[in-house]
């Protein structure tokens, strides 16, 4: 059996096949525009993304035996799109984008960051998800009248490729994680921290395991089940054999990341490792 392995990164588009005995073959290397409107603001169009999973998979169809696929995300770049039609009502707000500094700094000055810490374990940072969809809500007013309608999505990019792909609206938890509104000690999602960042917790995916039963792609005209979603950065982790508390790979790309397994350790103070789902 052979496995279709999409990266979807920060600047490209990746696909490659291992097969039964680790023999790895690139099919596919597709570049998306970096957008950038104005000082500290990056942004991808969701389209252009869509796009290229979907020139992806279809370079996957000439390859015989696929029988499962693996997709990787940026992690916690975000967007918000219409529940009823799929389409993006925002740019994606890329990882890198500052434009939610000011608001952050607000909370900070709000004495703020010890309940983010102590629930999400992660610092205030424009890098996370949660300020990022609080600005979609105050700034995009469509956004504001498709969640009194009830047609409002909000995520990370996995959940939108997934609610458009496969049609299951649904996140893994180590993406949600990477938010800042996941409570650590429950994997769900925490009511007072989408409260803090003005995010409409009904308006965010399931979290659901890493791996499992996330729909299926179509690949040549074939059915493939689509059996692991998780942020490319803890999939790279996994990949470079890290298993036991202590093992740690470091990452050099678009960013330099540097990620260990702690086992259960979880952040208690300021400082130190932050802890994430892998």
């Known amino acids: 059996m052979n496995t279709l392995a999409i990266d979807q990164g920060t600047t490209s588009t990746r696909a490659l096949v291992v097969d039964a005995a680790g023999k790895v073959t690139p099919l ?16 991808h169009d969701p389209e252009e993304l869509i796009g290229n999973l979907r020139a992806c998979l279809d370079a ?9 696929i693996g997709l990787d995300n940026q992690g916690e770049s975000c967007l ?5 039609t799929g389409r993006a ?11 939610t ?15 983010v810490l102590e629930r999400a374990g992660l610092p205030l940072d424009p890098y996370f998800s949660a300020s990022k969809l609080g600005w ?20 990370t990019t996995d959940a939108f490729f997934l609610d458009r792909l496969t049609g299951r609206f649904v996140t893994d938890v180590a993406t949600a994680s ?13 009511a007072e921290l989408c409260a803090l960042f003005g995010v409409p917790v009904d308006a965010l995916p399931q979290i659901v395991p890493s791996t499992g039963d996330f729909g299926a792609l179509d690949v040549g005209g074939r059915s493939v089940p689509l059996a692991a979603s998780i942020v490319d950065q803890q999939a ?16 050099f790309g678009t960013g330099a990341f540097a990620l260990a397994v702690t086992g259960d350790l979880l952040r208690t103070k300021a400082g130190g490792p932050l802890p994430t789902v892998a």
């Open 28 to 43: 596919a290397s597709l570049p998306h525009r970096q957008i950038y409107p104005q000082a500290g603001w990056v942004e």
């Open 60 to 68: 996957a169809g000439a390859v015989p035996d696929i029988g499962a």
């Open 80 to 84: 918000a799109w219409n529940a009823g």
């Open 89 to 99: 009502i925002s740019p994606v707000i890329v990882w890198q984008d500052s434009r």
């Open 101 to 115: 500094a000011s608001d952050i700094e607000r909370l900070a000055a709000d004495g703020l960051e010890a309940t």
């Open 136 to 155: 979609i809500m105050r700034e995009i007013p469509e956004a504001a009248r498709l969640a009194a309608k009830g047609q409002l999505r909000l995520g």
């Open 178 to 190: 990477r938010t800042s509104l996941m409570n650590l000690a429950t994997c769900g999602w925490d």
């Open 236 to 251: 790279s982790l996994y990949g470079h054999g890290c298993r036991e508390a202590g093992d740690a790979k470091i990452t």
